[in-house]
């Protein structure tokens, strides 16, 4: 069982990372598994759970697991007060401990977060999350702006206007003004797209 939630973990895991597993109780007490055992891993890294499913007889086993690894992440290369906007002589991709900043958003690119306002303060070799760096608005409200559908394969432009102002990430609400339909669309660093049935 432990070799096959290490393998299920190493599919997952960035390539520098050690993998630890917590204690499995209960194995030995169970009946020798005539199947394949199937591992599901749920939770946010460092910290994952694995559950390992044995067809027949059927039962379920689990056991943490804890992923250690290492990730460039954008952080301040020099002291960035609260209200600054951000250039990219501010930034720099340091490599982190995943623990550091599990469950938060981060960035992995400078220019991810260039033209950003610092929400607070952050000295030297801060890691910017999505709650320290407010990304910059770059749709208003009432723009014109070319929307990008896709469906399936297939990539159709249309023009509507912005019904809300939006960063990058944030969902608005754009308005087809040749048929009045209103719809959600996504603001990415490609354009606004909108996801349409495949």
């Known amino acids: 069982m432990a070799a ?11 390539a520098n990372a050690t993998i630890t ?10 009946r020798a598994c005539t199947t394949p055992l199937a591992v599901t891993l749920t939770g946010t890294l460092p910290y ?8 027949a007889p059927a039962w379920t086993l689990y056991v943490s697991v804890t992923i250690d690894a290492h990730m460039a992440v954008v952080v301040a290369a020099r002291p960035i007060m609260a209200g600054q906007t951000l250039e990219s002589g501010d930034l720099a991709l340091q490599d982190e401990p995943i623990s550091l900043y599990a469950g938060r958003t981060v960035f992995y690119h400078p220019e991810d977060a260039v033209g950003g306002m ?41 023009t509507g206007t912005a019904e809300q102002s939006g960063r990058i990430g944030d969902t608005i609400i754009v308005t087809n003004p040749s048929s ?6 996504v603001v990415t660093h490609d354009g606004v797209l909108v996801q349409l049935g495949s």
């Open 4 to 14: 096959a939630v290490r393998q299920a973990a190493a599919a997952m895991a960035p």
């Open 21 to 30: 597993l917590g204690q499995v109780m209960g194995a030995r007490y169970m």
């Open 48 to 55: 994952e759970q694995a559950a390992a499913h044995c067809g």
């Open 118 to 158: 610092a929400v607070m303060s952050l000295p030297v070799g801060t890691i910017l999350t999505g709650s320290s760096v407010l990304q910059p608005i770059v749709v208003q409200a009432g723009q014109s702006i070319t929307v990008t559908a896709q469906s399936g394969g297939v990539d159709i432009s249309i």
């Open 180 to 185: 009045g339909r209103r719809f959600p669309a």
